[in-house]
C-alpha cells in the first residue's frame, strides 16, 4: 500500500514538470516570435534593393535576379529551415496581337538552413534559369515577383510565413 502511494506522487510530479516545462516552452516560442515579427526592421525582404539584369531583352537572353533578404533573430530559439520561395510573372504585349499576356517565367524555392537565436544575417537569393516566352515581344513589360520566407521557430513548433504578394519590380 505504501509503495503504489509513492509511486502515485512520483507520476504526478513528473507529469506536473513535464506539463510546466512544455508550457514554458510554447508561452517563450509565442513571445520571441511575436517579437520577432513586430518590428518590422527584423526582416526585410529586399534587404538592401534587388537586381534584374538581362543582356538583351529577347527569348534567347541570359536574365539574373538577386533579391537579398536581411533577417535579425531576437528570440529565445533558432529559426530552422528558413526558405524564400520566389516566383517572377511577366506581363507584355506580344508582336501578334495587342493584348496583354502575364506568364511565370520563373518559380523556385531556395533554402539557407538554419539562423542562430541572437544572430542576424542577409541571405542571397539568385536566379538564373528563367522560362521566357518563345515569341517576340513588344515593350513595355512589367515585371512582378510574389515572395514567401518562411521558418520553423521555437523547437520547430511554429511555422511563420511572410508573403510578399504583385511587387511591382519592372
Same mark, same amino acid.
Given at each position: +500500500?505504501?509503495?503504489?502511494?509513492?509511486?502515485?506522487? &512520483? +507520476?504526478?510530479?513528473?507529469? #506536473? =514538470? =513535464?506539463?510546466?516545462?512544455?508550457?514554458?516552452? !510554447?508561452?517563450?516560442?509565442? =513571445?520571441?516570435?511575436?517579437?520577432?515579427?513586430?518590428? *518590422?526592421?527584423?526582416?526585410?525582404? *529586399?534587404?538592401?534593393?534587388?537586381?534584374?539584369?538581362? $543582356?538583351? &531583352?529577347?527569348? $534567347?537572353? /541570359?536574365?539574373?535576379?538577386?533579391? *537579398?533578404?536581411? &533577417?535579425?533573430?531576437?528570440?529565445?530559439?533558432? #529559426?530552422?529551415?528558413?526558405?524564400?520561395?520566389?516566383?517572377? @510573372?511577366? %506581363?507584355?504585349?506580344? /508582336?501578334?496581337?495587342?493584348?496583354?499576356?502575364?506568364? !511565370?517565367i520563373y518559380n523556385?524555392?531556395?533554402?539557407?538552413?538554419?539562423?542562430?537565436?541572437?544572430?542576424?544575417?542577409?541571405? @542571397?537569393? $539568385?536566379? !538564373?534559369?528563367?522560362?521566357?516566352?518563345?515569341?517576340?515581344?513588344? @515593350?513595355?513589360? %512589367?515585371?512582378?515577383?510574389?515572395? /514567401?520566407?518562411?521558418?520553423?521557430?521555437s523547437l520547430d =513548433?511554429?511555422?511563420? %510565413? &511572410?508573403?510578399?504578394?504583385?511587387?511591382?519590380?519592372?
Amino acid at each position: +500500500m505504501r509503495t503504489a502511494r509513492v509511486f502515485r506522487w &512520483i +507520476m504526478r510530479i513528473f507529469i #506536473l =514538470l =513535464l506539463t510546466a516545462s512544455l508550457s514554458v516552452v !510554447t508561452i517563450l516560442g509565442g =513571445l520571441s516570435a511575436v517579437n520577432i515579427l513586430s518590428d *518590422p526592421n527584423n526582416i526585410q525582404v *529586399p534587404a538592401q534593393g534587388y537586381s534584374i539584369t538581362s $543582356n538583351v &531583352i529577347g527569348p $534567347n537572353d /541570359t536574365w539574373y535576379v538577386n533579391v *537579398p533578404i536581411g &533577417i535579425n533573430n531576437v528570440g529565445y530559439f533558432d #529559426l530552422n529551415n528558413l526558405e524564400l520561395d520566389f516566383s517572377l @510573372e511577366m %506581363e507584355f504585349n506580344s /508582336t501578334g496581337d495587342d493584348s496583354i499576356h502575364n506568364t !511565370t517565367i520563373y518559380n523556385d524555392v531556395q533554402n539557407f538552413g538554419n539562423l542562430q537565436r541572437g544572430s542576424s544575417g542577409v541571405f @542571397e537569393f $539568385n536566379a !538564373t534559369s528563367f522560362t521566357v516566352p518563345s515569341f517576340h515581344f513588344l @515593350e513595355p513589360y %512589367e515585371f512582378r515577383a510574389n515572395i /514567401t520566407v518562411s521558418a520553423y521557430y521555437s523547437l520547430d =513548433l511554429i511555422l511563420f %510565413e &511572410i508573403h510578399i504578394i504583385d511587387l511591382d519590380i519592372s
